[in-house]
Nanobody
């Protein structure tokens, strides 16, 4: 069974940094594209960042480019999201996602974590 568990969320002030972690189980190391999505109150879930199979190319939403960095450690079956220069509009529940199909990671990943709350105060 595939399970994704996020951690690292919290309450921070604008300009601060956070590093989110996602521990995956039931996945073949390096065989899944992995990424992060977020959902703010009253808004639809949106794509944030993704890294392809074996830590290949990375992709970012325009809203986080230059501030967030996604990385993965296939040996640990983990993916991370380093978030710098956080803004109040980054406040969301952040979800880890994974999919065997590369083209779906930025659209509708098959596997999801339960989410971790990130709150950025002004």
């Amino acid at each position: 069974q595939v399970q994704l568990v996020e951690s690292g969320g919290g309450l921070v002030q604008a300009g601060d940094s956070l590093r989110l972690s996602c521990a995956a189980s039931g996945l073949t190391s390096g065989s899944y594209a992995m990424g992060w999505y977020r959902q703010a109150p009253g808004k639809e879930r949106e794509f944030v960042a993704a890294t392809l199979v074996n830590g290949g190319n990375t992709y970012y939403a325009d809203s986080v480019k230059g501030r967030f960095t996604i990385s993965r450690d296939n040996a640990k079956n983990a993916v991370y999201l380093q978030m710098n220069s956080l803004k109040p509009e980054d406040t969301s529940i952040y979800y880890c996602a994974a999919d065997l199909l590369v083209h779906r990671i930025q659209l509708s990943p098959r596997y999801w974590g339960q989410g971790t709350q990130v709150t950025v105060s002004s």
